[in-house]
């Protein structure tokens, strides 16, 4: 079975900090993802990564970086927290862009 | 663009009660169309997929049909559970994935 880990389950963080949610996967996937969920907009994508050291910008990423200098580790960066940043955040793999997406089990941030 | 439209909840349901939960897209190719579940705590899995037209997804008693000519691919199930309470996400993915707002089901005993 696929796995896919993240580095936290809850985080509580103070606005202006830097903030680091990392993500693992165990499956050789090509491609990962990162997306926050809000209640009401469902998920929506902030960045991407389709190999190692490769990014695209999802429909949000203003206000975050990533990094993915391995294959099975994808990094989301909050550079400057901000309490509108409070949300669930998922990472997911897939082995091809088309293909069924594999969810970690999320990290709920509160900036305060 | 591609999107996808799901019926909004929640939806509140008695055990052995017929379910459905629409789900409408727009796209401009061929896409492969999923349902994803999400119970309480945990992230998004998979619950069924399907690639073409007119191919039916199942998976624990769920089913969803790819339907082209209407743009659909609504998710029923003819006996829900307690267990099947949790948020029900329908997604298309083409060149990338897009997710529907999601679905709350509640399944009372």
């Known amino acids: 079975d696929v796995k896919v880990t993240q580095s936290s389950r809850y985080l509580v963080k103070r606005t202006g900090e830097k903030v680091f949610l990392e993500c693992v996967q165990d499956?050789?996937?090509?491609?990962m993802f990162w997306y926050r969920q809000d209640p009401g907009l469902g998920l929506r994508l902030i960045y991407f990564?389709?190999?190692?050291?490769?990014?695209e910008k999802g429909d949000i990423p203003e206000g975050y970086s990533v990094s993915r200098e391995k294959k099975e580790r994808f990094s989301l960066i909050l550079e400057s927290a901000s309490t509108n940043q409070t949300s669930m955040y998922l990472c997911?793999?897939?082995?091809?862009?088309?293909?069924?997406?594999?969810f970690g089990p999320g990290t709920r941030l509160l900036v305060l | 663009g591609n999107s996808v439209t799901q019926m909004e909840g929640p939806v509140t349901l008695s055990e052995e009660a017929f379910l459905t939960i629409n789900c409408t897209y727009t796209?401009?190719?061929?896409?492969?169309l999923f349902w994803y579940v999400q119970y309480p705590g945990e992230g998004l899995q998979l619950l069924l997929k399907?690639?073409?037209?007119?191919d039916k997804g199942s998976n624990k008693g769920f089913e969803a049909t790819y339907r082209k000519e209407t743009t659909s691919f609504h998710l029923e199930k003819g006996s829900v559970q307690v267990s099947d309470s949790a948020v029900y996400f329908c997604?298309?993915?083409?060149?990338?994935?897009?997710f529907g707002a999601g679905t709350r089901l509640t399944v009372k005993p």
């Open positions: 997911a793999s897939s082995l091809t862009s088309r293909e069924t997406q594999y």
């Open positions: 499956m050789d996937h090509e491609n």
């Open positions: 990564s389709y190999d190692v050291k490769m990014k």
């Open positions: 796209a401009t190719g061929y896409p492969s």
């Open positions: 399907a690639t073409k037209a007119d």
């Open positions: 997604a298309l993915s083409f060149n990338d994935m897009r």
